[in-house]
């Protein structure tokens, strides 16, 4: 009888442990790359974001790939991001949203650059540091978004960029 009691009790609590986390639907998405600072630099973009029901929020893990070509020199760099957006306004389709996010790539900065900062951590081959990011993304149909986003990163202007491609969304 004990052991019964015990497990009704953790199927009527399953429930409602579920009900606790917000549905939403989970994007899948590419895109292209364009370094705002320095022309040789592009790259691609891969993505997954989770969107809350509403659409008020949106987590993002974003994996940037950059290929630098200059005349004689060639380097592949990496970039990984988590972001936080949060929707800031719809009109005519278009969805705004702005957001914070956490960034760690394996640039080699330039510490004495003019248009490097001071705000982001070394920590071995890698940085780390902060990002502010807008967002806009017009529905094609029911699934698939197009969008448009602009990355200001604490590293300084010739880091920033700018990421356009499709997603995908599934709902869960």
Do not use: W
């Not at 940085?127 to 990163?153: C, I, S």
Request: charged fraction near 20%; hydrophobic fraction near 40%.
């Amino acid at each position: 009888m004990n052991q019964f009691f015990k497990i009704l009790c953790l199927l009527s609590i399953a429930p409602s442990l579920y009900g606790q986390f917000d549905r939403g639907t989970i994007d899948f998405g590419m895109g292209a790359v364009i370094s705002v600072g320095l022309q040789e630099e592009i790259g691609f973009d891969a993505r997954i974001q989770f969107t809350t029901l509403t659409e008020k929020y949106r987590y993002l893990i974003a994996y940037n790939r950059y290929f630098i070509s200059e005349t004689q020199n060639r380097e592949i760099l990496s970039e990984l991001d988590a972001s936080f957006m949060i929707k800031a306004i719809t009109y005519l389709g278009i969805k705004l949203d702005a957001g914070v996010g956490y960034i760690i790539n394996d640039y080699r900065l330039l510490k004495n650059a003019r248009d490097t900062s001071n705000l982001f951590i070394t920590s071995g081959r890698y940085n780390h540091g902060l990002q502010l990011k807008m967002r806009g993304a017009y529905q094609l149909f029911l699934p698939v978004d197009v969008f448009l986003e602009l990355n200001l990163k604490s590293y300084g202007r010739r880091y920033d960029t700018i990421v356009f491609g499709v997603t995908y969304s599934i709902g869960i």
